[in-house]
């Protein structure tokens, strides 16, 4: 990046760390200048950026910086379930309804929980989520779109069996919100997954233009439900009452 120059609107920050790294190449030592809206202006080793006028300058003599990271798959709503062990006895199944159970239900406690998500990524250097927002409703995407992560909400929605046209008709509404996500959060969706999403509802979910993410192929029990229809996985959707 070529050197900023003497004038620079606003006031710059000027990092001086012990290397930085890009996609592009890793500078040792290293000096990093943000404009007043945190763009980078310059990257370089010290000597090669020179004199920043009236610019404020932070030393972090044993510090790497890096880009923000990218996390492509978080649920950010979830974050107040915690660490849960897998029971390999028990398998998927009683997982996922461990977490239908305890996932937070009200509009509060969504929003709570996507807070302290997003807190917990930014203390780790993510910028940027892909995150698989809610249980067909808007709050965890909604709370996303205000705090200073970027990325994509897909809002998660579910329809199998006798609840597919219900998981059609959230779509259906759905299109409505896009304008409103045209800032750092995108709205995309998200059928859940083979098991819990009819076909119809995936091509519906196709249709609105939006991005698309959805699991797939991550357990042994789905591969049997998606074969044949049994197992633990159509247990449970006879446990919540859409077989």
Request: aromatic share 4%; net charge negative.
């Amino acid at each position: 990046m070529d050197r900023p120059g003497a004038s620079i609107p606003g006031r710059a920050l000027r990092l001086e760390a012990a290397a930085a790294a890009d996609a592009d190449r890793l500078v040792a030592p290293a000096t990093l200048v943000l404009d007043a809206d945190g763009r980078v202006l310059a990257f370089d080793r010290p000597e090669a950026v020179g004199a920043i006028p009236d610019a404020r300058s932070i030393r972090c003599p044993n510090s790497l910086l890096l880009p923000g990271l990218v996390n492509a798959h978080t649920h950010l709503d979830l974050t107040s379930i915690g660490p849960r062990p897998f029971d390999r006895e028990t398998g998927f199944a009683a997982w996922a309804g461990m977490i239908r159970r305890k996932r937070p239900a009200t509009p509060e406690a969504i929003a709570d929980s996507v807070r302290a998500g997003v807190e917990a990524s930014l203390r780790g250097g993510t910028a940027i989520v892909g995150d698989i927002a809610g249980n067909r409703g808007l709050v965890a995407a909604e709370t996303l779109r205000t705090l200073p992560l970027r990325g994509v909400a897909h809002v998660e929605v579910f329809g199998i069996g006798s609840a597919e046209e219900a998981g059609i008709a959230f779509l259906d509404g759905l299109a409505e919100r896009i304008p409103a996500f045209n800032g750092r959060v995108r709205l995309g969706v998200s059928p859940h997954a083979s098991y819990s999403c009819g076909d119809r509802l995936y091509e519906r979910a196709a249709r609105l233009g939006l991005p698309v993410a959805t699991h797939l192929a991550e357990t042994l029990e789905e591969r049997r439900f998606n074969e044949d229809g049994s197992g633990p996985l159509a247990d449970l959707l006879r446990e919540v009452g859409v077989w």
